[in-house]
C-alpha cells in the first residue's frame, strides 16, 4: 500500500514563508516523479511544480521565482519552499507521486496566506 504523508501547512502572513515536506511509504522502488499540486475553494486542481527524473523540473508560472521544489529519488521525498507568499496562494496542497502511469496522492495539507 503506496501512502504520500505530506507537513509543514499552516497559516502566515502575506509575504512569508512556508516548507512543506512529503514522505512516501510502502515503495520498494523509486517513484518517476514527485511533486505538488493545489486546490484552492471552488477551483480546479492545478499543477505547483513537479520532479520528473534526470531532474527535470516544471514549475507553474504563478509561482516560478517564489517556489523551489526538492526531492530524494532514493528516499522517495520531495519538499517545496515557499517564499513570498501572497493570499492568491491559499489552497489545499497535495502531494503527487507517479509510477508508469499510476498516481497516488497524499491527504492534503492546508496553507492559508492572510493579506
Known amino acids: 500500500q503506496v501512502q504520500l504523508v505530506e507537513s509543514g501547512g499552516g497559516l502566515v502572513q502575506a509575504g512569508g514563508s512556508l516548507r512543506l515536506s512529503c514522505a512516501a511509504s510502502?515503495?520498494?522502488?523509486?517513484?518517476?516523479?514527485m511533486g505538488w499540486y493545489r486546490q484552492a475553494p471552488g477551483q480546479q486542481r492545478e499543477l505547483v511544480a513537479i520532479?520528473?527524473?534526470?531532474?527535470?523540473?516544471n514549475i507553474a508560472d504563478s509561482v516560478k521565482g517564489r517556489f523551489t521544489i526538492s526531492r530524494d529519488t532514493a528516499r522517495n521525498t520531495v519538499n517545496l519552499v515557499m517564499n513570498s507568499l501572497k493570499s492568491e496562494d491559499t489552497a489545499v496542497y497535495y502531494c503527487?507521486?507517479?509510477?508508469?502511469?499510476?498516481?497516488?496522492w497524499g491527504q492534503g495539507t492546508q496553507v492559508t496566506v492572510s493579506s
Open positions: 503527487n507521486g507517479r509510477f508508469r502511469g499510476t498516481n497516488y
Open positions: 510502502g515503495l520498494v522502488f523509486s517513484l518517476d516523479a
Open positions: 520532479h520528473l527524473n534526470r531532474a527535470n523540473v
